[in-house]
C-alpha cells in the first residue's frame, strides 16, 4: 500500500540556516511527489512537485526537493530560512486522483 | 478573489446536531474534493467528485453525504455529528482527476463538537 513517512515531527532551525525535511515513500511505481505547506490557519500550498525527468526539482519560496528512487526519498530543502518559512510542512504521494499525506513536519524559525 | 472559498470558518455545535459545510471554487476545476485533518494534523482523503460525478468515497461513515450541485460547488453535510467528527474539513480542487494534479485548498472548517 502507498504512504508516506515524514519521520521529524517538529524541527527547529535558525534564521539564515539551511534547512532539510525528509519524506520517504512506499509507492508501487514511478509516483508523483509533492510538497505542501500550511501556514497557521490557512490550507495548504503547493510548493514543488516531482513526477518524472530531472531529480532535483525547485519549488516556490526558494525550496528544492531531491528524488532519490534508491531511497524512496523526497527530501524538500532550503538554502537559507527566514522567519515567513515556519509553517507545518507536508510530503504527499499521489495515489490515483488523491494524495496520501504524510503526518507532517513542524518547522520552528528561531532568531 | 479567493480561489477556493469555504463557509464557515469556524463551527462549534452540539453532538446530534445536523451540519453543513459549503465549498465553492471559481477555478473552473472539473474536480473537487474534502479532506478530513486530525488533531494530528494528519490529512485524509474522504471524498472526490469530477464533474458533480462520486469517484473517491474512503471509508467515511455514512453520517457524512457530499452533495455537488454543479462542478463549481461540492457542500459537505454531516449527521448526527459525534465527538470524534471534531477536525479541520479541507475543500480542494483540481484541474482534472488525473494522477499527479496539482491541488487547490481552501483554507479549512474548524468544526467542533460538544
Known amino acids: 500500500a502507498q504512504s508516506v513517512t515524514q519521520p521529524d515531527i517538529h524541527i527547529t532551525v535558525s534564521e539564515g540556516a539551511s534547512l532539510e525535511l525528509r519524506c520517504n515513500y512506499s509507492?508501487?511505481?514511478?509516483?508523483?511527489l509533492f510538497w505542501y505547506v500550511q501556514s497557521p490557519g490557512q490550507g495548504l500550498q503547493l510548493l514543488l512537485k516531482y513526477f518524472s525527468g530531472d531529480t532535483l526539482v525547485q519549488g516556490i519560496k526558494g525550496f528544492e526537493a531531491e528524488f532519490k528512487r534508491s531511497q524512496s526519498s523526497f527530501n524538500l530543502r532550503k538554502p537559507s530560512v527566514h522567519w515567513s518559512d515556519a509553517a507545518e510542512y507536508f510530503c504527499?504521494?499521489?495515489?490515483?486522483?488523491?494524495?496520501?499525506f504524510g503526518k507532517g513536519t513542524t518547522l520552528s524559525v528561531s532568531s | 478573489d479567493t480561489a477556493v472559498s469555504q463557509t464557515p470558518k469556524y463551527l462549534v455545535t452540539q453532538m446530534g446536531n445536523d451540519k453543513s459545510i459549503k465549498c465553492e471554487q471559481n477555478?473552473?476545476?472539473?474536480?473537487m474534493y474534502w479532506y478530513k485533518q486530525d488533531s494530528k494534523k494528519f490529512l485524509k482523503i474522504m471524498f472526490s467528485y469530477n464533474n458533480k460525478e462520486l469517484i473517491i468515497n474512503e471509508t467515511v461513515p455514512n453520517r457524512f453525504s457530499p452533495k455537488s450541485p454543479d462542478k463549481a460547488h461540492l457542500n459537505l453535510h454531516i449527521n448526527s455529528l459525534e465527538l470524534g467528527d471534531s477536525a479541520v474539513y479541507f475543500c480542494?480542487?483540481?484541474?482534472?482527476?488525473?494522477?499527479?494534479?496539482?491541488?487547490?485548498f481552501g483554507s479549512g472548517t474548524q468544526l467542533s463538537v460538544l
Open positions: 509507492y508501487g511505481a514511478t509516483p508523483y
Open positions: 504527499a504521494v499521489g495515489s490515483g486522483t488523491a494524495l496520501i
Open positions: 477555478l473552473g476545476h472539473d474536480t
Open positions: 480542494a480542487s483540481s484541474q482534472g482527476d488525473r494522477e499527479g494534479e496539482k491541488l487547490f
